[in-house]
């Protein structure tokens, strides 16, 4: 999600481009190859008209016309992730939930809703993070009042037994050993623990496991989750394509206007600041190549603030495929084949992750300390500015190129509408980026990257110990076995 969130926070300017005045456009283009392209920051990122109406019932209505003749993205944003499970045991549950929102209404059945999907053409999906869950169709704009009848049903109307919760529960405890069989979930798992320890970034969007398993004998836990959180005031309709916003407003009177309020907002404990360093390692039963998952503590997304962008553009510094660290550990010395990092937007303060996956176990801490030095690096030396433009106008071009459907135009809209509630912060926050300076990539470096800010956690694989054969236990399981 983060890749397609900067894909899509890095295609507007192309789209930008063809919108400003023909001089404007025509020397941005001129200039698109060197580094003095970047300072061409007056178009804005994302250039689609916005047109926003909020419904009696406080349900957000977004429209964003886009030419993309007779398909339409209907996105269903609703402002309810894992950071919202506060009681304790019930972690998971915004993800369960995005699976429930299948299972039907008195008016359509799942199976009903499936084929009414089929029969237009259009595709559906959800996927759920740790602020928000996103619905989404994508199909013709011709069968956009239809999008809005079995949408609007199944958000006002949801109806499952509990023999229908219990299965999908044991559903979502498969889908859990099916994710952790990679190292990467455990890591992240242990990660999380140890860096939050009073705030819901604790858990994983997945949940405990402990809180899976217990899942089936939730429901109705899970039907006053519904009726909390899946309210009119905390859900945003976005339409982005081949519409006119009038219509679609009136449509979304008509199909959503006697949606009742109800909206029921937790509190959200703040995590204290990490004083020292946290460490972990984990034992891996099966072979593979040692991991290593780092986290330092970062504020809460701030679209025009200094951290938010001087971070996205430090995560170009070090891990692009051009940066001197990339190049060193991976193609120069090839101590490792894989290593990213990066700050993922989140509504609360999070973390600057990064990721290795090491050739061998004596080289991890040969890695540790290369990461370190380079990030000491951006501390003590400032960056040369001809490299910080380019890389400024690197991530608006990838931006705009990114903004190439419907669908990749609303998912970038949704995420900024989860972070802040509007659409426009995507350009405040490109600006914002035009902005940063060589002094201000040191600053927030040295902030930033501190190790008592830091949690490290390792994975090597352990084969496990068999315990020696002890000829009296044996003897003695094998006659109570006879018995």
């Known amino acids: ?10 295609a ?8 400003a005045s023909t001089a404007a456009a025509q020397a941005e283009s001129a200039q698109a190859t060197t580094e003095q392209a970047a300072p061409a920051a007056a178009v804005q990122a994302f250039p689609y008209p916005v047109h926003e109406q909020t419904l009696d019932n406080g349900l957000k209505v977004v429209v964003i016309p886009y030419d993309s003749p007779g398909i339409v993205a209907y996105f269903t944003v609703v402002r309810t992730g894992s950071r919202q499970e506060v009681e304790a045991g019930h972690s998971g549950f915004a993800h369960f939930f995005e699976h429930m929102m299948f299972r039907g209404t008195d008016r359509y059945s799942a199976d009903e809703y499936n084929d009414v999907l089929k029969r237009i053409g259009a595709d559906s999906n959800a996927f759920t993070t740790d602020d928000y869950t996103n619905y989404y169709i994508i199909g013709p704009s011709s069968e956009l009042e239809t999008m809005m009848d079995i949408e609007s049903d199944r958000f006002q109307n949801l109806e499952y037994s509990e023999d229908v919760f219990r299965t999908e529960a044991l559903a979502i405890l498969g889908e859990y050993n099916k994710n952790v069989s990679s190292p990467f979930l455990p890591m992240y798992e ?38 909390r959180f899946y309210r009119p005031e905390n859900t945003v309709l976005l339409v982005v394509g081949d519409v006119e916003p009038r219509r679609v407003h009136a449509l979304a009177r008509k199909y959503y206007g006697s949606w009742e309020k109800g909206y029921k907002p937790v509190t959200i404990e703040a995590e204290p600041e990490q004083k020292k360093e946290q460490t972990a390692r984990l034992d891996w039963p099966t072979p593979t190549r040692p991991h290593v998952m780092v986290g330092y503590h970062v504020g809460a997304f701030d679209a025009a603030g200094e951290e938010t962008a001087a971070l996205d553009l430090i995560a170009q510094l070090l891990f692009s495929d051009s940066a001197p660290l990339y190049q060193e550990l991976v193609v120069d010395k ?17 973390l600057f992750t990064i990721v290795a996956r090491v050739k061998s176990e004596e080289l991890v801490p040969k890695v540790m300390q290369t990461v370190e030095s380079h990030i000491a690096r951006l501390q003590q030396e400032k960056v040369d500015p001809a490299r910080l433009e380019r890389i400024k106008s690197h991530l608006r071009y990838q931006f705009a190129l990114g903004l190439d459907s419907p669908g990749a135009v609303a998912f970038s809209a949704a995420n900024m509408l989860n972070l802040t509630g509007e659409v426009e912060p995507i350009n405040t926050l490109y600006a914002r980026y035009q902005k940063v300076t060589p002094e201000e990539i040191q600053r927030v470096a040295r902030r930033v990257f501190q190790p008592e800010r830091r949690t490290v956690v390792t994975l090597a694989h352990r084969a496990p110990e068999v315990a020696p054969a002890d000829s009296t236990t044996t003897d003695g399981a094998a006659a109570e076995a006879g018995e």
């Open 334 to 350: 090839q101590w490792v084949d894989t290593i990213s990092g990066d700050a993922a937007f989140r509504r609360d303060p999070y």
């Open 12 to 19: 507007s300017a192309a789209a930008a481009l063809l919108i």
């Open 190 to 227: 242990r990660l999380r623990e140890l860096a939050f320890q009073k705030h819901t970034y604790q858990h994983t969007t997945m949940g405990f496991l402990e809180d899976i398993q217990a899942m089936p004998g939730y429901y109705d836990y899970s039907l006053s989750f519904f009726d």
């Open 1 to 10: 999600m983060r890749r397609r969130q900067r894909a899509v926070l890095a």
